[in-house]
Nanobody, 124 residues
Framework: QVQLVESGGGLVQAGGSLRLSCAAS????????VGWFRQAPGKEREFVAV????????RYSDSAKGRFTISRDNAKNTVYLQMNSLKPEDTAVYYC?????????????????WGQGTQVTVSS
C-alpha cells in the first residue's frame, strides 16, 4: 500500500513557475510508477507526466512537453513536477498517482493509489 500527499499548489501569474511535490509513504518498491494528472471543473482527468521509479523513464503529455519536468528523489521518496511557463489553461487540481508497475502508463485507470490533489491556479 502506498500513501501519497501532494503539495506546492497555489496561485501563480501566467508565465510563472510552480513545483509540485508528491511524498510517498508505506511500502514503496523500485517497480512503482508515479504519475501526475490534472482535472479542471467539468472536464475529464488528464494525463500530465509519469516517471518509472526504478529506471527513471519519463513520459509527458503534449501540453507538458518543453515546459514541465518530472523528477524523483529516491532518498526522500518524493516525486516532483516542475512547471514553468504556466498558462491559464494549466489551471486544475493536480493529482499524484502511483502503482506497482515496471512501466510508465499514461492512463488513469492503471493507477491504484491517489493523493487528494493540490489546486493550481494560473491567472491571466
Amino acid at each position: 500500500q502506498v500513501q501519497l500527499v501532494e503539495s506546492g499548489g497555489g496561485l501563480v501569474q501566467a508565465g510563472g513557475s510552480l513545483r509540485l511535490s508528491c511524498a510517498a509513504s508505506g511500502r514503496t518498491f523500485s517497480s512503482v510508477a508515479v504519475g501526475w494528472f490534472r482535472q479542471a471543473p467539468g472536464k475529464e482527468r488528464e494525463f500530465v507526466a509519469v516517471i518509472n521509479w526504478s529506471g527513471g523513464s519519463t513520459r509527458y503529455s503534449d501540453s507538458a512537453k518543453g515546459r514541465f519536468t518530472i523528477s524523483r528523489d529516491n532518498a526522500k521518496n518524493t516525486v516532483y513536477l516542475q512547471m514553468n511557463s504556466l498558462k491559464p489553461e494549466d489551471t486544475a487540481v493536480y493529482y499524484c498517482a502511483a502503482d506497482y508497475r515496471t512501466t510508465a502508463p499514461i492512463m488513469a485507470f492503471m493507477y491504484k493509489y491517489w493523493g487528494q490533489g493540490t489546486q493550481v491556479t494560473v491567472s491571466s
